[in-house]
RNA sequence: GGUGCGUUAGCGAAGUUGGUUAUCGUGCCUCCCUGUCACGGAGGAGAUCACGGGUUCGAGUCCCGUACGCACCGCCA
C-alpha cells in the first residue's frame, strides 16, 4: 500500500498520528536545513515538513515528483487558512521517490498562465489542476443524482448502438467504414433517437441514458463533435409528464450540487420567444424585452423606416433604463459593425434625458412619431432606445443578439441567478435555403399539433410542433417533442419532407415498420450534459467540462487525431484516399 | 464556406515612425537561509521572433501567402 490517507483529509484531530502519504510535489520550498514539500493528490494538499535531520531525503525532488512518504501529524504553530489541512502538517520521518518528473511545460496551480491550446497538448497536467478536475468531479455528480432520480421513479438504463445507420435529415454523420460490407459505412448517432423510440415500441416505458452522441459539424465555445446527452423517453406520456420529470431531475440537481432549492420553470411559446427575445434560446435572467413598433411608423417621413415597412420588413425596439450616461457614441459605432454579423443594415438609437431627445435619428424623425414612441414605450429620464428596421426574421435576432450584449456589458445579468424556460411550440418546419425545400426544425419523429395536422403538407410555414427546448441562462440546455406515434402520421410527414417512397424505404424502413406493430404515445429530451455543468460551474467555455476536448478544429492536440492510418487498413477497408 | 483577433526563451507577455546587444515576469539550474505556505536573497543558462516568399542598404516591426490557436456568422434534424 502506497498510502493510507489522502492529502486532503488530515485535521486538527489526527495530531499524534504516524501516517503514510503519497501524491505529486506541487511546491518544494527550501528554506536551508528545513524543506517544506506541498503534496498534493486529487483531494487536496497537505504540507509535509522534513527537519534538519531528513531535509537530505528530499535534496534532488523536484516538482511533479510522484513521492510516498511517511511520518507524524502534527499541529501547526501559525495554520494555513487557505488549506482544509491547514492546521497541521506531516512531519517527514522518510520519502521514497515513486516517479520522477521533467520540468512541466505549465505551471500546475489553479492559476496557470498557460494558454489554452498548450493546455489541451498537455491535458493530463491540466487535470491536475482543480479549476478542471472539479468540473469533472461535479459532473460525476450530476450524473449519479440524475441516475438515482430516474432510477426511483422507474426509468431503466439501456444502452443503444454505437455503431449505427446514417441518417439523411440534420447534422452531418461521422461514418464508419464497413470491412465485411465492402463500400458500407456505419454512423456514429447524432442521438440514440430512433432506438429509443424503439424501446417505447418494446414496451421499455421509461429509459434514460447517458449517451454519447457525435455530429460533424463546426464547432463553437458550447459545442464539441462529441458530447453527452441525459437521453429520457417515456410511454403514456405527455408534455406536462416529461416536463415535470425533467424540473424533479434539475431541482435534485441544483439543490444537491448548489443548494438551490427556488427554482421557477415558465413557459414561453417559440413564437413569443422570438418576438420579445429575438432567439429561441432567450437568457431570461434579465427583462429588457423587444417591442414592435412598426405600427408607429407606417406613414414617417423618415425614408428608412417607411420604405423598410412598406417592403414588409418590421421596426424592432429595445429600452434600456438609465443607460444615457453609459452608452456612447461610439459604443453605437461599435454596435452598428455588431448588427452586421446578423445581416441588420443599421441600429438606429435615441436618447431620452432631461425631458429632450438626442441620437442617431433625433433630426430624421418628426416631433409627433417621436412622442408616440415616448407614449407607446413609456419612455423616462435617462432611457435609450435602440431600433432595428429591417426584414423580421433579421430584425428581432439582430435586436435579440444587442439585447444581450449590451445587457452584460452594463452589467445586468445577475451571474448568480438561474433562470430556466421552456420555450414551446417550434414550428414543424423550417426552410433550408442550401436545399432549396422545406427540412425538419426538430426532426421527422416530431409531432405537429393538434391544430396544425391539416397544415402539415399545405401550409407548411404555419405549421407547428409539440417540440419544445429548456432554456437556462440563454444556453439551450435541453431538446425533446412529442413523437408521432402512428404510421400514417409519420408517412405524411417524410412525405412533406420530400422524401420518396424509396429514400424512406432504405433510410427509415425498419423503423416505420416498428410503428405498424403497435406504439405506445411516447415523447423525450435530450439534456445536454456539458452546458448543464458549464452553468453550475460558471464557465462559458465547454472545454473546461470534457476530460479530453477537441480544439474549434476539431483536433485532438494531445494525441493528434485525426491522423492517417497504414495503406494495410485502407486495404482491409477497400479504400482509397483520392489524391486531389 | 465566411469574418475578426492572435503566434516573440519552458510558460505568459512588452517591443515606439523599420536601425545595429530583442525587454520584463515567471519557470529552470547553482549557491545562501530553521517556520515557509505565491518563502526570501545572490548569481546563471535559456530565442532559427510560427513557416514560406516579397519590399528595403537594413524587417520581430511593412506587404502577400500558408499553417496552427481562439471567438463569431453560416451550419448544428
Redesign the pocket.
Known amino acids: 500500500m502506497n498510502r493510507d490517507h489522502t492529502c486532503g483529509e488530515l485535521r486538527k484531530s489526527d495530531a499524534g498520528k504516524h501516517v503514510k502519504l503519497a501524491g505529486w510535489v506541487a511546491?518544494?520550498?527550501?528554506?536551508?536545513?528545513?524543506?517544506?514539500i506541498?503534496l498534493r493528490d486529487r483531494y487536496g494538499i497537505t504540507?509535509i515538513?522534513f527537519?534538519?535531520?531528513h531535509s537530505d531525503l528530499v535534496k534532488?525532488v523536484?516538482?511533479e515528483y510522484v513521492i510516498e512518504v511517511e511520518g507524524t501529524v502534527?499541529v501547526?504553530?501559525?495554520?494555513?487558512p487557505?488549506?482544509a489541512t491547514?492546521e497541521i502538517?506531516v512531519?517527514a520521518e522518510s520519502c521514497k521517490v515513486l516517479s520522477s518528473a521533467k520540468?512541466?511545460?505549465?505551471?500546475i496551480?489553479d492559476?496557470?498562465?498557460?494558454?489554452?491550446?498548450?493546455r489541451?497538448k498537455y491535458r493530463y497536467l491540466d487535470i491536475r489542476r482543480n479549476p478542471i478536475k472539479d468540473k469533472l468531479i461535479l459532473r460525476d455528480k450530476v450524473t449519479t443524482i440524475v441516475r438515482r432520480v430516474l432510477h426511483e421513479d422507474d426509468f431503466i438504463e439501456v444502452e443503444t448502438p454505437i455503431l449505427s445507420k446514417s441518417?439523411p435529415?440534420?447534422?452531418?454523420d461521422y461514418l464508419v467504414p464497413s470491412r465485411l460490407y465492402k463500400g458500407r459505412f456505419y454512423a456514429l448517432?447524432?442521438?440514440?433517437?430512433?432506438y429509443k423510440q424503439l424501446l417505447m415500441i418494446g414496451g421499455i416505458d421509461r429509459y434514460f441514458q447517458i449517451a454519447r452522441?457525435f455530429?460533424d459539424?463546426?464547432?463553437?465555445?458550447?459545442?464539441q463533435p462529441e458530447f453527452t446527452q441525459i437521453d429520457i423517453e417515456m410511454s403514456f406520456a405527455d408534455e406536462e409528464d416529461i416536463f415535470a420529470e425533467v424540473e424533479k431531475v434539475m431541482k435534485a440537481v441544483f439543490k444537491e450540487t448548489k443548494g438551490i432549492e427556488d427554482l421557477s420553470f415558465p413557459r414561453i411559446k417559440y413564437v413569443d420567444a422570438m418576438d420579445k427575445y429575438g432567439s429561441d434560446k432567450p437568457d431570461v435572467r434579465f427583462g429588457n424585452e423587444m417591442c414592435d413598433v412598426t405600427s408607429l411608423f407606417e406613414n414617417s417621413s423618415f425614408s428608412v423606416f417607411a420604405n423598410t415597412i412598406k417592403d414588409g420588413g418590421i421596426i424592432k425596439a429595445l429600452v434600456f433604463h438609465n443607460a444615457c450616461d453609459k452608452l456612447s457614441r461610439k459604443k453605437f459605432d461599435e454596435l452598428t459593425e455588431f448588427v452586421k454579423?446578423?445581416?441588420a443594415k443599421a441600429i438606429a438609437y435615441l436618447k431620452y434625458d432631461k425631458n429632450e431627445f438626442s441620437g442617431s435619428v433625433n433630426n430624421a424623425l418628426p416631433e409627433n412619431e417621436k412622442e408616440a414612441l415616448k407614449d407607446f414605450l413609456k419612455l423616462e429620464n435617462g432611457d435609450v432606445v435602440m431600433m432595428i428596421a429591417d426584414k423580421k426574421a433579421i430584425a428581432q435576432?439582430a435586436l435579440g443578439?444587442v439585447r444581450k450584449k449590451v445587457a452584460e456589458e452594463l452589467g445586468l445579468i445577475d451571474k448568480n441567478k438561474y433562470a430556466f424556460a421552456w420555450i414551446t411550440e417550434f414550428p414543424m418546419?423550417?426552410y433550408?435555403?442550401?436545399e432549396g425545400r422545406y427540412?425538419?426544425?426538430?426532426?421527422?419523429?416530431?409531432a405537429p399539433r393538434d391544430e396544425d395536422v391539416d397544415k402539415l403538407i399545405d401550409d407548411k410555414a404555419n405549421c407547428y410542433s409539440r417540440?419544445y427546448d429548456l432554456v437556462l441562462n440563454g444556453y439551450e440546455l435541453l431538446?425533446g417533442s412529442v413523437r408521432i406515434h402512428n404510421s400514417e402520421m409519420q408517412a405524411k410527414v417524410f412525405d412533406a419532407l420530400g422524401l420518396t417512397k424509396e429514400q424512406i424505404k432504405n433510410k427509415f424502413g425498419f423503423f416505420i415498420e416498428a410503428f405498424d406493430y403497435g406504439a405506445p404515445p411516447h415523447c423525450g429530451v435530450?439534456i445536454g450534459i456539458e452546458r448543464l455543468i458549464m452553468i453550475l460551474s460558471g464557465t462559458?467555455?465547454?472545454?473546461d467540462v470534457v476530460a479530453f476536448?477537441?480544439?474549434?478544429?476539431a483536433?485532438d492536440?494531445m494525441a493528434d487525431a485525426p491522423s492517417t492510418v497504414d495503406q494495410d487498413q485502407l486495404d482491409f477497408l477497400s479504400l482509397q484516399i483520392r489524391k486531389d
Open positions: 511546491k518544494r520550498r527550501n528554506l536551508g536545513s528545513i524543506v517544506f506541498d504540507q515538513t527537519d534538519e535531520s534532488d523536484r516538482n502534527s501547526k504553530e501559525n495554520p494555513n487557505k488549506l491547514g502538517e512531519v520540468t512541466t511545460p505549465m505551471i496551480a492559476e496557470t498562465d498557460a494558454l489554452e491550446d498548450l489541451l441518417t435529415e440534420g447534422a452531418r448517432p447524432q442521438s440514440p433517437q430512433q452522441c455530429r459539424e463546426d464547432l463553437r465555445a458550447d459545442r454579423i446578423y445581416k435576432v443578439a418546419y423550417e433550408s435555403e442550401e427540412v425538419s426544425a426538430h426532426h421527422p419523429f416530431t417540440a431538446s435530450g462559458d467555455n465547454i472545454k476536448p477537441k480544439t474549434a478544429t483536433y492536440l
